[in-house]
């Protein structure tokens, strides 16, 4: 078990830190002290979410870039945020998904490599599990993705394993479960173009007067929708910094879940985004998402047993809350 120590100016490089997770990290970081550097290309991310002198923005498979940027002070570890993330896309274009996700990632290493760099900490997903049979979901569980963008994570998995085995790379893999919600402070929250996550969709949908789809009604769950498991950015943000301090404290190579263990089916997150925003949200009822597993709950014991952390939003209302907060502030910015 470990408490969260501060940075001391160490230097960590998030690649991927103007997106969603990757920002919130980047804040969390920041008020630990470290000196945090954040490559990406802006092709998801945003500036407005990157102090400028923090910003190098060039893509990850650009090997010989992100190795300079690397070398520029000594650099004690790096956070590998920067990928696709849409599923369906994934299926349509594996080439760009692999390309993207997987060399990407090799690029990444190599430049870790060359430059002396080798503590990492790599942003996977419940995905790798594929349709597991039981919740909830252990470590232990084998590989089993059903789509491209899984598949593209476990290659990185495996990469890693051989990384550390013949070059000493140590790493931490945290496989998110369904991130959500927003800073409690307004400073950063999920800005995803196009959309595609159900909380801020159904906030959009309250916004907007126009339906939302419920995708699939019939599955075998109490009240027959999908149930998720949904992990408040910021608590997710934080298992960063426990796997990060892990690793920089000699800790070996690991792969946790980050996930609460507590499920919520989409009707009961349309009740709670309800309660929430005082509004009652419009939906219209549609088939099946393609590739939707029933249930996705993770246990995640072994991050809170040997990285010592805990959620601290375990309401729902809370997480959806946050979310709300930011998409009104938003909308004024936007006014
Ligand atoms: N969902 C839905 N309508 C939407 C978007 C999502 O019913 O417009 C459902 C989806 O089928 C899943 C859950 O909400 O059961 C969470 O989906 P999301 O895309 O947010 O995350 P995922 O579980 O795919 O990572």
Redesign the pocket.
């Known amino acids: 078990m470990s408490t969260i120590q501060s940075g001391a100016g160490k230097r960590i490089v998030v690649c991927g830190g103007a997106g969603y997770i990757g920002s919130h990290t980047v804040l969390e970081l920041l008020s630990l002290d470290y000196d945090v550097v954040v490559v990406d290309d802006l092709s998801y991310g945003y500036r407005h979410n990157v102090e400028p002198g923090r910003l190098r923005e060039l893509n990850v498979l650009d090997t010989d870039a992100v190795e300079r940027v690397l070398r520029e002070k000594p650099t004690e570890a790096v956070i590998h945020f920067a990928a696709f993330i849409s ?1 369906g896309e994934s299926m349509h274009k594996p080439e760009m998904y692999f390309h993207n996700n997987t060399c990407g990632s090799l690029s990444l290493f190599t430049a870790m490599m060359r430059a002396g760099v080798k503590r990492l900490v790599f942003s996977s997903t ?2 790798v599990y594929g349709m597991p049979d039981k919740v909830p979901i252990v470590e232990t569980m084998p590989y089993a993705p059903v789509n491209v963008y899984g598949e593209s994570k476990v290659m990185v998995e495996k990469i890693l394993g051989w990384m550390d085995l013949i070059h000493g790379l140590r790493s931490v893999c945290l496989r998110y ?2 991130a ?1 919600g927003a800073d409690p402070e307004g400073r950063r929250g999920e800005e995803h173009k196009p959309e ?4 801020p ?1 159904l906030l959009e949908a309250v916004e907007s007067g126009k339906p ?5 009604t019939d599955y075998p769950t109490p009240d027959g ?4 498991d949904y992990i408040h950015v910021t608590d997710l943000a934080q298992a960063h910094i426990f796997a990060v301090q892990h690793l920089l404290s000699g800790g070996a190579s690991d792969k946790f879940n980050a996930g609460t263990g507590i499920g919520f089916s ?1 009707k009961q ?1 349309i009740d709670s985004v309800e309660r929430v925003t005082g509004k009652k949200v419009p939906v219209t009822y ?1 088939p ?2 393609e590739g ?1 597993p029933p249930e ?1 709950v993770a246990s995640s014991e072994k991050l809170q047993k040997t990285l010592g952390w805990k959620p601290q939003f375990t309401k729902l209302d809370d997480i959806v809350r946050t979310a709300w907060n930011f998409e009104q502030k938003r909308e004024k910015q936007l006014e």
């Open positions: 599923v419940a995905a479960f369904n959500s595609t996550h159900l909380i969709l939302a789809t419920i995708f699939g929708t999908c149930i998720r989409v997150v549609g099946r998402r939707d996705l």
